[in-house]
Structure formats: structure tokens, C-alpha cells
């Protein structure tokens, strides 16, 4: 029902509410994305053992962490984000791999976390970044 007003608004205001809820979307994948970059910086023995456990190079948690900073800035800025967040939905599907644990219901909930956030990006990329926007 809440959904149906912000359509009201968004015809007789020029799209102000639906452009606001997507730059909050936007801040709110970026956040989790720059948290992401963040942990990795700080303590990058968790992502390494992951790696490691599925015979991937440890140092890929370096480039890692650099997509991670680089995309969360751009959906932030709402610059390129089509193709940062198909690219974000893309890498979401793909570490989604290292949570599918069917007998942890913690790494199967991080697991549908990551199938739901890539969902978020594909419409992102579908919508791209709306009215609020550096670039």
C-alpha cells in the first residue's frame, strides 16, 4: 500500500520519492560492499581461508577488496551503475559459492544474503541510479 503513494508522488512530484528510495538503496548495497572492503583491509585471514579452502589463490582478496571499495564508491556517486552493479550482482552469485554449507544454517543464511543482494543489483542495473546522482 505504502509502495502505491510513493507511485502517487513520484507522477506528481517528478520522481523526487522514487529517486530518494534509490539513492538510499544505492547507500545501503554500497555500505555493505565498503563494509566488505574494510574487513578485508583489516583482518584478511577469514577471506584467505575461504579462498584457500576452495583451492582459489589466497592473494585474490586483494583485488577483492579493491572491487569492493571501487563499485561501493561508484553506487554511492551513482556513477556507471549499470555495470557496477550487474558486475556486483555477478560477484555476489559467484562468492555466494562459499556459503552454501547445507548442514551450517548460519553460511545458508549469508548464502540467500548474497542471492537477495545480487537481486538488488540487478534492478540497480535494470533501473541504473536515478535522479541523485554525481555522474
Given at each position: 500500500m505504502w509502495w502505491g503513494m510513493?507511485?502517487?508522488d513520484h507522477?506528481?512530484?517528478g520522481g523526487t520519492?522514487?529517486?530518494l528510495a534509490v539513492l538510499v538503496g544505492r547507500i545501503l548495497i554500497a555500505t555493505l560492499f565498503l563494509?566488505?572492503?574494510v574487513q578485508k583491509a583489516t583482518d584478511p585471514a577469514p577471506v584467505e581461508g575461504l579462498l584457500a579452502g576452495f583451492g582459489w589463490p589466497v592473494w585474490l582478496v586483494w583485488p577483492a577488496l579493491v572491487f569492493n571499495a571501487l563499485t561501493g564508491v561508484a553506487l554511492i556517486a551513482g556513477v556507471f551503475v549499470r555495470p557496477v552493479a550487474a558486475a556486483?550482482?555477478?560477484?555476489?552469485g559467484v562468492t555466494s559459492a562459499f556459503h552454501f554449507l547445507p548442514d551450517d544454517p548460519w553460511q545458508m543464511t549469508i548464502f540467500v544474503k548474497n542471492w537477495a543482494i545480487a537481486?538488488?543489483?540487478?534492478v540497480l542495473a535494470a533501473h541504473g541510479a536515478g535522479r541523485f546522482r554525481l555522474g
Open positions: 510513493v507511485e502517487r507522477r506528481a512530484t520519492a522514487a529517486d563494509g566488505g572492503a556486483l550482482a555477478v560477484y555476489c537481486g538488488g543489483c540487478l
